[in-house]
């Protein structure tokens, strides 16, 4: 479960050395953007050593390697999959086809260690206007890709749009790669909200994301991890009715019913799925019921 | 009759200083301190040899006692806490005899006793009248309680009051009264107000403080203790007023109604105050400009005595009726023994200042300490100094993990149960060894440069010299 997603510069020993201590359900540490190009080795050295002897048991680890256009991206994977990051972030992802070149290699060098297929898996990070515009084809290029990932500040660039924090100018390009995810049967995670002193927008703005469909959301800073947590955790009473629903349903079973309500509302096969999400959520979380009813 | 003499050299000499004496200074004007200099400079001036200065606490202000030392003016020492420029010209062994440390309890319990008799006190008041009464809650360097100077001018032979705001008689609003007061000098400046209260105390913005400043809070929470009548004190560290705005969230959610907040009060505990956390504030010493307000004009916020806040002598003490303390650490062993005397090499900078009191008196004492500062882990196996012994120590928390003192197995239990994640400190002390590796041990030279009393008038430990290369 990721509800929450922290970028952590792969530079910055002190911030990856307490990454697993700030909450978040994963953390990102970040070959790319945040590392200047002479200090990309010293960064990716930082980064898999820090995978190689601290323990982060209990927060996943995604890394960000450089796009594959640049001269980096092979060398981070070679020194990155051997530590078994759970997913690699591929930037400027803008077509199948560079999935299909990265995810090449990827199974090259996860042969090379003697590791099964797929171990690593892919997330596509969609920051074109050319990605947004073949998020579905990149979600199901490969089945190593487990989830799309919005990236609005190169986006917006693309886009020749400025950037707000009420974001009308992604509203495209969000709806259309919660579909595309979705069509394809992957997750979806948000762009972060970059004002960090903005206590009150990051809840907009992760709320939002959650209403749109997003199965959780990025974040430069640790003071908005426990904010999306929260947000993309489900509230005691949708777990209630998740329950509810779900004994309502065995309950229609055991009687042979083929239709029942609820709160004078038909339960629906969506409406079950929901609730079946709702529960695996809610034990992920330690707040489901002990007797599963 | 009056009480008001031309200058500090003239309260000197009349006051009967002679080679050998005690003189005494309270530290609320804190970096801001003109007084101890300027008293200082008057004795070395009269050709006083041999005094010994029992300070509250020395600053780095107070510089210029390194040249009274040099020159035999000054031959001893006697403070609960000395900062680190001070510290260092100390821990190489400027001072023949060692500095006694004390509590801020231990001080104005051995003063009235008599174990540390004072022969003059110089007592640095922002607003006095001419026959001494005076208060640290008006005039330009308003420094709002004057807790730490009630013994001084109780116990001593003579007090001498050192003003920059007189004032007409009788002052209003008096914290040390005239019948303990035996002359009063004005000067243009007893202070620099800059360094004597901050603008306002900042919460940290620091990722990992905040996450060990929500784990506090939620050992507050999950402790038992924090109900109404709760009680609390924390200190002006960015973590620990973190901390105290978690609790502040948590005590307005679930409507808990406090007791008092108690000690060096900061702005942020006057919130709690207004915000009804608290039915009171105990003030032994302002950190910040709004402290300083709120003492001046609420009545619900009351300035203390050292005495009343934390000596083990008195008949009671606040500390005794204190549910939670939440106090910093340079370094914690094993055995959950604190140091805030040393840094990692050695060198003297600080002191317990209310640290040992406060652990001693609460219910619940709670270390707040990242795993490690810089390169160095913050648990070890012995500290380099005992400056509050384990036994009064509750709870280490880092952002690694919540390490509960093995005598309290309940709280361990109920912390446990709430899911916070409890790690045993020897393990804490391997995942960060992990990262940092072992650190060397310090070498310690062979002459004591500084004694640890504890709060009841014992040897706690003893600080040596630190050996130049």
């Keep these: 479960m990721r509800r929450s997603m922290l970028f952590l510069p792969g530079n910055n020993p002190n911030m990856l050395i307490n990454g697993n201590c700030l909450g978040a359900d994963a953390v990102i540490f970040d070959l790319e953007d945040a590392v200047s190009p002479d200090q990309k080795d010293a960064a990716r050295i930082l980064v898999r050593n820090t995978m190689r002897y601290m323990d982060f048991r209990g927060c996943e680890i995604i890394v960000r390697i450089n796009s594959i256009d640049t001269p980096f991206w092979k060398q981070d994977i070679d020194q990155i999959l051997p530590q078994k990051p759970a997913l690699i972030l591929l930037p400027k992802t803008g077509s199948a086809q560079d999935v299909l070149e990265a995810d090449g290699y990827i199974t090259e060098v996860e042969a090379k260690l003697g590791m099964e297929k797929n171990t690593v898996g892919l997330m596509p990070l969609i920051e074109t206007a050319m990605g947004v515009e073949n998020a579905f084809q990149i979600a199901s290029a490969t089945k190593r890709v487990k989830a799309l990932f919005l990236g609005a500040e190169d986006l917006t660039a693309d886009l020749q749009c400025k950037r707000t924090k009420e974001g009308r100018e992604i509203e495209y390009a969000r709806t259309r790669l919660v579909v595309a995810a979705r069509a394809a049967g992957v997750d979806v995670y948000d762009t972060p909200f970059t004002d960090v002193n903005d206590d009150e927008g990051i809840v907009t703005d992760a709320k939002l994301a959650k209403a749109l469909g997003f199965t959780g959301k990025a974040s430069i800073s640790p003071r908005h991890v426990e904010v999306i947590n929260s947000v993309f955790s489900p509230t005691q009473a949708e777990i209630d009715y998740a329950y509810e629903v779900m004994a309502a349903i065995t309950l229609a079973k055991e009687q042979g019913k083929g239709a029942i309500s609820l709160r004078g509302k038909m339960i629906d096969a969506p409406i079950v799925s929901r609730a079946q999400q709702t529960i695996s959520v809610a034990q992920a979380l330690g707040m489901g019921r002990e007797d599963g009813k | ?469």
């Design chain 2, 1 to 469: 009759m009056s009480k008001l003499v031309k200058s500090i050299q003239e309260a000197v000499m009349l006051a009967g200083l002679k080679d050998g004496m005690t003189v005494s200074f309270h530290h609320h004007l804190r970096n801001g301190d003109f007084v101890l200099n300027m008293v200082m400079e008057q004795i070395a001036a009269q050709g006083h040899k041999d005094i010994y200065v029992n300070a509250s606490s020395l600053f780095d202000v107070h510089m210029p006692l390194l040249e009274h030392i040099k020159n035999g003016v000054v031959t001893g020492i006697g403070a609960d806490y000395i900062a680190a420029g001070l510290g260092r010209a100390i821990s190489q062994g400027v001072l023949n005899k060692p500095v006694q440390f004390r509590t801020h309890g231990g001080r104005p319990s051995d003063i009235s006793k008599g174990v540390s008799p004072i022969d003059v006190a110089f007592i640095a008041a922002p607003t006095a009248d001419p026959m001494g009464n005076c208060t640290g809650k008006y005039g330009k360097s308003a420094c709002g309680s004057l807790g730490y100077a009630f013994a001084d001018a109780m116990y001593a032979k003579k007090v001498v009051v050192i003003t920059d705001n007189l004032v007409p008689y009788p002052l209003q609003d008096v914290s040390i009264s005239e019948d303990w007061v035996d002359f009063v000098v004005q000067v243009d400046a007893i202070g620099d107000p800059k360094g004597i209260v901050s603008g306002t105390t900042q919460i940290t913005r620091d990722p990992v403080g905040l996450v060990m400043a929500s784990h506090a809070a939620q050992v507050i929470a999950h402790s038992g203790l924090l109900k109404d009548g709760f009680s609390f004190q924390t200190g002006a560290g960015g973590a620990s007023l973190a901390a105290a705005k978690f609790l502040k969230d948590i005590m307005l959610k679930e409507g808990i109604q406090g007791s008092f907040g108690l000690g060096g009060i900061t702005g942020y505990m006057v919130d709690m105050l207004h915000a009804g956390c608290f039915q009171a504030l105990m003030d032994v010493q302002c950190f910040d400009l709004k402290a300083v307000e709120s003492i001046r004009t609420d009545p619900r916020h009351r300035e203390i005595s050292a005495m009343q806040y934390a000596s083990p002598n008195s008949r009671s003490a606040a500390v005794d009726s204190l549910d939670v303390v939440i106090l910093g650490a340079t370094e914690i062993d094993t055995d959950f023994n604190v140091n805030v005397h040393t840094d990692s090499n050695g060198y003297i900078m600080g002191g317990s200042g209310g640290h040992s009191d406060t652990a001693a008196g609460a219910k619940l004492s709670m270390i707040i300490a990242p795993m490690f500062r810089a390169r160095l882990p913050i648990v070890t196996d012995h500290v380099n100094c005992i400056s509050t012994p384990g036994k009064d120590i509750d709870v280490l928390v880092t952002q690694g993990g919540i390490a509960v003192n093995p005598k309290n197995a309940e709280l361990k239990a109920r912390l446990q149960a709430a899911g916070l994640p409890i790690v045993d400190i020897q393990q804490l002390k391997e995942k960060t060894e992990r990262i940092t590796g072992t650190p060397q041990k310090i070498v310690k030279g062979d002459r004591v440069v500084a004694e640890v009393i504890s709060r009841d008038g014992q040897l706690q430990d003893q600080i040596y010299n630190v050996p130049q290369v």
